[in-house]
């Protein structure tokens, strides 16, 4: 199993700021096989970032992945309102999937 | 327009069993991997169960083999997950989620339901 370790688990930031989340595995993920979501309360999870650094449809071009192997990057390059969430990534280079554990980004 | 439908949540005693429904449309069901995900309450993300397309191949978590099985039905285009012997952890909202249509593999989840409660206390 992949364990998926993301920091830090909260990050107090103001509107108009640069975030940027980590996400380590354990093992090296096959193919930059790994996702992002971005989770608000009482919602499901909405698709962010695939293959690593792929937007999903209908995501704004602040959002961004980048990495391989078993270090990954997501950056928000400037906080928007709407963006104060918890994020997670998640691996799937096998037909067994894990998530991190989560971030939570809130308003300084 | 991309629709999942969850129902089946509810209250039950630890050791019982409880069966999910997943009702899918706006996409063609038989052509996709499909998944649960559950969260315990105030917790993060749990991967559950994989189901290919055409049910052949199924892969669970370590902490629900043998007491959960993930189904479908393409005529029906619905996705099912039958818990038997539950536990109080196994108290979540579970989610159904797509998992892409490549033949090899489940990929990331791009669609999800809104999700239903599973509260396992007597």
């Known amino acids: 199993e992949i364990v998926l370790t993301q920091s830090p688990a909260t990050l107090s930031l103001s509107p108009g700021e640069r975030a940027t989340l980590s996400c380590g595995a354990s093992q090296s993920v096959s193919s930059s096989y790994l996702a992002w979501y971005q989770q608000k309360p009482g919602l499901a999870p909405r698709l962010l970032i695939y293959d690593a650094s792929s937007r999903a449809t209908g995501i704004p071009d602040r959002f961004s992945g980048s990495g391989s192997g078993t270090d990954f990057t997501l950056t928000i390059s400037r906080l928007e309102p709407e963006d104060f969430a918890v994020y997670y990534c998640?691996?799937?280079?096998?037909?067994?999937?894990?998530f991190g554990g989560g971030t939570k980004v809130e308003i300084k | 327009e991309v629709q999942l439908v969850e129902s089946g949540g509810g209250l039950v005693q630890p050791g019982g069993s409880l069966r999910l429904s997943c009702a899918a449309s706006g996409f063609t069901f038989s052509s996709y991997w499909m998944s649960w995900v559950r969260q315990a309450p105030g917790k993060g993300l749990e991967w559950v169960a994989n189901?290919?397309?055409?049910?052949?191949?199924?892969y669970y978590v370590d902490s629900v083999k043998g007491r959960f099985t993930i189904s479908r039905d393409n005529a029906k285009n619905s996705l099912y997950l039958q818990m038997n012997s539950l536990r109080a952890e196994d108290t979540a909202v579970y989610y159904c989620a797509r998992a892409g249509d490549y033949v090899w593999g489940p990929l990331f989840f791009d669609y999800w339901g809104q999700g239903t409660l599973v509260t396992v206390s007597s």
């Open positions: 189901i290919k397309q055409d049910g052949s191949e199924k």
């Open positions: 998640q691996q799937y280079g096998s037909s067994f999937f894990t």
